[in-house]
């Protein structure tokens, strides 16, 4: 399976053509889709349609982009416009946007040939797409296992080899969980560098777009492309994307390391095994490995629990079989809300909504959301006293390997647990990938999680490329 | 944050959200959440009182566009999405008494 | 006008109005779609005009600094702000929230002036955005009630909002009709909105309470389908009798929004839902605070125009008018003092020159055709008495069907000269003995009696006597 940036080399100079490439994708797809069910829309024609006009242009001698020709699979809770947008939720079954997110513009313009939108766990609500309306994603590597989520269809898209890399989106690990089960390299940037207009959205102030591929200088390449400041989103960084190739061989010599001390439990030993490896490896490779404390880590889930589903319960109201979307008719206007949005969402989607519209409710405001947010602000100061003491700090992305299906869809707690290590992040708005560390005891791959500050991608990067050097 | 969730508050709140429950399910979500909320509990140790709420991830402030128009979405294209749509509008059923 | 609220017992009003105004901007509060009345349905939309999933909002310049033009044309402080999502369902409100202010609006402290120095503060004036238009088909009354369906119009969801809110320092409904005139003479000044009540560019919701000196507010209603000016007050008035009625016999006022029919004259009980919304707002997770700088509020302030306010003070004080009267009012509605203070630097007299430009110039718009020292020359005719005030009145037509002229000689073709003082005694003389009956009785006391002897002098001079001038000889004649 190739790279990303071999694809782009060999269709540039010739060697290739997007069309062989896009087919060797297509027949892998062909050949084990039906068990993985990676996608929910496998866009083969059109892929076939912008590889050629890609084959064209080089021919041409026309310049073509940094992803040119590069298969791409996109989680289906990115607008293609005309394309089948789902979230993977009956509410949205058969709704195809009349505009494309910014990022699908941005590959579009690149030289991406989009393969598919891949399953996710409804509304990115989930943590092993198991919560999909239309049937779950199997991981690759053991299908009878989960692949993570929310974003499992497109992490198992890299994974399985369906796609070059992938795009998804990262609330409270959804983007690095799933990579840590498959196996790739998986990446959330720091909130507010990759542009989330077109993302359909789970809770606002903590989403944010990334990519999955199977190697760092993939994953570098691809976030460079789909980085940078849209003015179509207030919330973006009006900075433009930073250099991240380049800075690839610099190594971690001289670099600290963090260790967090008061690691919440419950993580598997083979999995503290790995990260320890780890640890290793930064120290041989010129590192120095510094404890740091972060107490309020222990209170993470709790705030994200409550934060999340508050933003989501507002976020999703607009479902409500007016202007989009399935409706269930009924003789009056609430009727009809109830019976669209009761038939429309699944059991986790409608939990999340109800526990955030509790949360934010009259009289309950300030204990439940009020109180969450302080304690957003409590690890975001854990994080700044860290940070400087460290450049980087590592933890596990997942406290085990991939699970098996159904062994944690009768307790949501024990679903939440999944994103135990990924959330702190996601609330202080800083960036965090994972990268594929060896394996644990059953032989499923295992993930580290490279934690930095603020638009401190580089300094991740640095000590992503040294981890996967040693793996 | 002391009580636990009543199955009477929960049922409003379906109704707040517009997710008709039948009493069954009001009771299972009423169990489920209320050993969600149990288990956040823990954040009550903390003492909060000098805390500032955190909202946004990344300081930015005053970001404004200019006044200028951008061509309108197709109509039809729209339209043709729509759940139920007559003389270029999404038609809905009524609702019960009056506008507010 | 006078004051129409006079409730019985003691009773007394207050009214709080909040104001929702369409500002005049090219594009909507959120996106760039055109912020147009009356197009095609749905032909000025986008994904955040109609809350698609992954639409976001961005924040309109122009729209902000026109919201800081009315501030600060209410004389309130411009502060640090934030936005907030109102959650609620309805089809009109596309994301299932409205995107508002809440506990740190743009504009906050200000105040407004009526006539007679009343002074009404404004608690704060902040952004949001507007709904779509919902049109009901199917029912008898033409109302959501009993009908069938309702049809969604999003052309207008979105356009940029500024609410005022005004304090309850309202105490008569002619009070509340100033406060809205003048507000919206305000608007229209700043351009920061059209203002139109009929097109829905000025929404007043009213809110009334009652009580009794020296007892606190009562318990007060919003009263909402408020459309114009005079229902406005019809509103008030109408609404401020219900409570004072149920009160007295013995009911209580209940907390609701009630609904205005003008057709009616009456406020009726919107039905009120089981669960009275809780709206749940939140900070805005999609927008970033607005900190206007101070070197930008200090530019919109230096740009604001002279308030209409202000312009009646100075016109009352260059012409020896009330700043509160007609004249001043009229005529600065009209754009019209700046011409008048153009009458009078050409030597116009400033009394004559103010009124003339009330009652004559309706027609002109802001700039009249009649050049300035013509009408100057007019009034001075009539000030030196030149000419008599009805033969003033007949040259003011002709002036202004020229489009201007020489007076004097437009004066002069008529054959208009005013008789003096002389000629007029000689008149009331003879008058006096030819009507020694008329002369008796109203030297007895009777003032009927001076108008036939008024109007004989006017008929036999042909016009020529000045009716005013004639009287005072009268009444003159009369005490010696």
């Known amino acids: 399976m190739q790279k990303l940036v071999e694809i782009v080399a060999g269709v540039t100079s010739g060697t290739t053509t997007a069309t062989a490439v896009v087919e060797e994708h297509l027949a892998r797809i062909k050949a084990r889709e039906a068990e993985i069910h990676a996608f929910n829309l496998v866009t083969a024609d059109q892929a076939r349609k912008d590889a050629a006009k890609i084959d064209e242009d080089v021919k041409a001698g026309k310049v073509v982009g940094a992803l040119a020709g590069v298969p791409i699979a996109l989680k289906d809770n990115m607008c293609t416009r005309g394309v089948e947008t789902t979230c993977s939720s009956k509410i949205l079954q058969g709704w195809k946007p009349p505009y494309d997110a910014t990022v699908v513009t941005k590959l579009r313009n690149a030289g991406a040939v989009i393969v598919g939108k891949t399953n996710l766990d409804e509304f990115a609500m989930g943590s092993s797409t198991e919560n999909s309306a239309f049937g779950p994603t199997k991981n690759p590597l053991d299908i009878s296992r989960v692949p993570g989520g929310s974003s499992g269809g497109s992490a198992a898209a890299v994974s399985a080899g369906f796609a070059a890399a992938s795009l998804g989106s990262d609330t409270g690990g959804s983007i690095r969980q799933p990579a840590a089960l ?40 691809l976030l460079e492309v789909i980085s940078g400041h849209d003015p179509m989103d207030s919330t973006s960084i009006p900075q433009p994307a930073a250099s991240l190739v380049s800075v690839l061989d610099h190594g971690v010599k001289g670099m600290r390391i963090g260790r967090v001390t008061d690691l919440p439990e419950g993580c598997e030993p083979d999995v503290l095994a790995r990260l ?89 405001f300030d204990a439940y959301y009020g109180k969450a947010l302080k304690v957003r602000r409590l690890i975001s100061d854990d994080f700044a006293r860290a940070y400087k003491d460290v450049d980087a700090i590592l933890t596990p992305t997942s406290p085990s390997t991939a699970f098996k299906f159904g062994s944690k869809t009768d307790n949501p707690l024990a679903m939440y647990l999944c994103d135990v290590f990924t959330i702190p992040t996601n609330l202080a708005g800083h960036p965090a990938m994972s990268v594929p560390f060896g394996v644990g005891t059953d032989s499923m791959p295992v993930g580290i999680q490279v934690l930095a500050t603020t638009m401190g991608e580089q300094t991740m990067f640095k000590v992503a490329a040294e981890l996967e050097r040693a793996s | 944050m002391s009580e636990s969730i009543s199955k009477e508050t929960v049922v409003k709140v379906s109704r707040l959200a517009r997710l008709s429950l039948t009493s069954e399910q009001a009771e299972k979500m009423t169990s489920q959440l209320a050993g969600m909320l149990e288990h956040f509990r823990d954040i009550d140790a903390l003492d909060l009182s000098d805390v500032e709420p955190m909202t946004q991830p990344y300081p930015l402030k005053n970001v404004m566009r200019e006044d200028v128009e951008a061509k309108s979405l197709d109509r039809q294209e729209v339209l043709d999405q729509a759940p139920a749509a007559e003389s270029g509008r999404f038609r809905v059923p009524p609702t019960i008494g009056f506008d507010v | ?107 906050v402290d200000g105040f407004l002036m009526l006539p007679g120095d009343v002074r009404i503060g404004v608690e704060r004036a902040h952004l949001e955005e507007d709904t779509g238009k919902s049109t009901h088909f199917g029912g008898s009354s033409g109302r959501i009630h009993g009908s069938d369906y309702s049809l969604l119009d999003y052309n207008r969801a979105g356009v940029p909002l500024v609410e005022i809110v005004s304090r309850p320092d309202i105490r008569t409904s002619e009070q509340a009709r100033q406060y809205v005139a003048e507000l919206r003479a305000i608007l229209l000044a700043v351009g920061a909105s059209d203002a139109k009540m009929e097109e829905g560019s000025m929404r007043c919701d009213v809110n009334v309470s009652v009580h009794k000196a ?101 016109l009352a004080e260059l012409c020896g008018v009330d700043k509160d009267g007609e004249s001043a009012f009229v005529v600065v509605e009209r754009g019209q003092d700046d011409y008048v203070r153009e009458v009078v630097s050409s030597g116009g007299d400033p009394r004559r020159s103010v009124i003339y430009v009330q009652q004559a110039f309706a027609e002109q718009g802001p700039t009249p055709k009649v050049p300035a020292r013509d009408l100057a020359a007019l009034t001075i005719l009539e000030r030196d008495a030149k000419v008599t005030s009805t033969q003033a009145k007949t040259l003011l037509t002709d002036l202004i069907e020229a489009g201007g002229g020489d007076v004097a000689a437009m004066a002069a073709k008529r054959g208009f000269e005013a008789l003096d003082t002389g000629a007029l005694e000689a008149m009331v003389d003879a008058a006096i003995a030819a009507e020694p009956g008329a002369w008796q009785k109203y030297c007895a006391g009777e003032e009927k009696a001076l108008g036939a002897l008024v109007g004989a002098i006017m008929k036999s001079s042909k016009g020529k006597a000045d009716g005013k001038a004639v009287t005072a000889i009268l009444q003159s004649k009369r005490t010696k």
């Open chain 1, 276 to 364: 320890e490896a780890a640890f290793d490896a930064m120290r041989n490779a010129g590192a120095t490995i510094v404890d740091v404390k972060l107490p309020s880590l222990q209170y993470c889930l709790t705030a994200y629990y409550l934060i999340a589903p508050a933003e989501a319960s507002s976020n999703l109201a607009r479902y409500d079989g007016v202007r989009y979307g399935n409706r269930v008719d009924a003789a009056d206007l609430n009727a009809m809300y109830a019976a669209t949005r009761e038939s429309g969402f699944g059991e986790e989607v409608k939990r999340r909504i109800m526990l955030g519209t509790y949360a934010l409710s009259a009289g309950y």
């Open chain 3, 1 to 107: 006008m006078s004051d129409s609220t006079t409730l019985p017992n003691g009773w007394q009003l207050v009214v709080g109005l909040e104001v929702h105004v369409e500002l005049a901007t090219k594009t909507k509060m959120f996106s760039a779609s055109t912020n147009r009345f009356g197009d095609e349905p749905n032909t000025n939309i986008d994904p955040v005009t109609l809350g698609l999933p992954g639409a976001l909002p961005v924040l309109n310049k122009h729209a902000v600094e026109l919201a800081m033009r009315i501030g600060l044309a209410l004389n309130c402080k411009v502060q640090p702000c934030t936005f907030h999502r109102k959650n609620y369902f309805y089809p009109d409100l596309p994301k299932a929230y409205q995107i508002t202010q809440y506990d740190h609006p743009l504009n």
């Open chain 1, 182 to 221: 498959c196996g790739v390299v998986g990446v959330k940037p720091t909130y507010g560098t990759v542009s989330r207009y077109g993302l359909v959205a789970f809770a606002s102030s903590l989403d944010q777009i990334g990519p999955f591929t199977s190697d760092v200088r993939d994953a570098a390449t």
């Open chain 3, 214 to 314: 020296g007892t606190p507010f009562g318990t007060r209603c919003e009263i909402k389908n408020v459309n114009s000016i005079r229902s406005v007050g019809r509103a008030i008035d109408y609404e401020a009798r219900r409570q004072v009625d149920l009160i007295e016999s013995g009911g209580t006022v209940r907390q609701e929004t009630r609904h205005w029919d003008d057709a009616t004259g009456r406020t009726e009980t919107l039905r009120t839902k089981e669960d009275a919304d809780d709206y749940r707002y939140f900070l805005e997770p999609d927008l970033v605070p607005l900190v206007p700088e101070q070197s930008w509020i200090d530019q919109v302030r230096a740009a604001l125009p002279v308030l209409p306010a202000a312009r009646r003070n100075a």
